[in-house]
């Protein structure tokens, strides 16, 4: 099983939509999570921290499952500048370092 | 505004040449990371370093290396550049192990 998984998409969704993405993790111990938004040729821009309660900013909200070691991201009201490749990264403690893992992305495409 | 900030953007360059990729902040951030980047791979950790004088290897470190003299600066050398290593590379920094990584906006490699 790979570290973190993500689905890559694409999601297609017409603006207006909301849409969820999940993200799932091997390792127990995982410290922090975040969610990284990637658009075309460009650097990884954080997007949100993922806190075990749970966190929303805006149309976006973030949750973190420890039991079933995923986690989620939900986009409401999607528009069209939201189309991205989402990253989701876990960090791990091992070896006396940190470890950040992070997925292959899912890919978003808001459709007019 | 602290930034980090990348050279060259662009490479071009034939097989066996040595190559070095710079890699500026000015955050004061003790750690830095490289990563590369490629279709079906996501981002992938090369090296890392928590402060001066100390560099690690990631995941995929074979064939490159890279030193810490300052704070400020983590270059990344590919020893005998090779086709495998086409790529664009990103550097990234961040204050604790467990905290956001800031990115540069990349170098695009091309080995001809």
């Known amino acids: 099983r790979k570290e973190v998984e993500q689905d890559p998409g694409p999601f297609n969704v017409p603006e207006g939509a909301t849409v969820a993405f999940n993200c799932t993790y091997s390792n127990s111990a995982s410290q922090s999570f975040f969610w990284y938004r990637q658009d075309c040729r460009k650097e990884p821009k954080l997007l949100m921290s993922?806190?075990?309660s749970g966190n929303e900013d805006g149309r976006f909200t973030a949750q973190l499952n420890r039991a079933s070691q995923y986690i989620s991201l939900l986009i409401r009201d999607s528009k069209l500048s939201d189309s991205a490749t989402y990253l989701c990264v876990v960090v791990a403690t091992g070896a006396g370092s940190y470890q950040l893992t992070f997925g292959k992305g899912t890919k978003l495409s808001v459709i007019p | 505004d602290a930034e980090i900030t990348q050279s060259p953007r662009h490479k071009i360059t034939e097989t066996g040449r040595q190559v070095t990729l710079a890699c500026h902040q000015t955050?004061?951030?003790?750690?830095m990371f490289w990563y590369r980047q490629d279709l079906g791979h996501g981002l992938r950790l090369i090296h890392y370093s928590y402060g001066v004088q100390d560099t690690n290897k990631g995941e995929v470190s074979d064939g490159y290396s890279v030193s810490r003299s300052n704070t400020e600066d983590l270059p990344l050398t590919l020893e005998s550049a090779a086709s495998s290593q086409t790529s664009v590379y990103f550097c990234a920094s961040s204050e604790g192990g467990r905290d956001e990584q800031f990115f540069g906006p990349g170098t695009r490699l091309t080995v001809l």
């Open positions: 993922v806190y075990s």
């Open positions: 955050w004061n951030h003790n750690n």
